[in-house]
């Protein structure tokens, strides 16, 4: 009946081990969160921006606003969903702070040019866009520092 008992026992960190896998999984309190917020922020400010510039009879400023739009929503929709269904806790091992640290960046710099580009060419939608372009600086500016803060610290990025 007790015959080789010992041998048969269940390792306990083996166990803690199993439960502990990174899964997938949706994360409803993401959206309530800074960085949830933020990034809805910036898609509402680059999809509102993206109306009025169409709204807009300037010629040239569109074409710069149209890839901006283009690229900062596509990325930043991605990153978002990323967060949301944490693919970012499974794939730990890249450095996201860093690259959405440098995409800030890269967006801000850009908005900039692009807002005030478009202030200056059209009329009162050229201001409208000049505005939401500013709301999406603040925001990636915002997103940016804290993903600084995380990467400088050596915070997980979730």
């Given at each position: 009946m007790f015959d080789n008992y010992p041998?048969?026992?269940?390792?306990?960190?083996?166990?803690?081990?199993t439960t502990n896998q990174k899964v997938l999984r949706f994360d409803r309190s993401y959206?309530?969160?800074?960085?949830?917020?933020?990034?809805i922020c910036q898609v509402v400010?680059?999809?509102l921006g993206f109306i009025l510039?169409?709204?807009?009879?300037?010629?040239?400023?569109?074409?710069?606003?149209?890839?901006?739009?283009?690229?900062?929503?596509?990325?930043t929709l991605f990153l978002f969903l990323m967060y949301l269904f944490?693919?970012?806790?499974?794939y730990d091992r890249l450095p996201w702070?860093?690259?959405e640290f440098f995409f800030s960046g890269i967006v801000v710099l850009a908005y900039i040019g692009t807002s005030i580009f478009a202030a200056t060419l059209a009329e009162s939608t050229g201001y409208a866009v000049g505005f939401f372009g500013f709301c999406a600086i603040?925001?990636?500016t915002f997103d940016g520092y804290l993903k600084y803060k995380g990467w400088k610290r050596g915070l997980p990025p979730q």
């Open positions: 041998n048969h026992q269940v390792n306990v960190e083996a166990a803690n081990q959206l309530k969160s800074l960085p949830g917020i933020l990034k400010c680059n999809t510039i169409k709204v807009s009879t300037a010629f040239i400023s569109p074409i710069f606003y149209n890839i901006l739009y283009w690229v900062a929503n596509i990325i944490h693919f970012v806790e499974k702070h860093k690259y603040v925001a990636y």
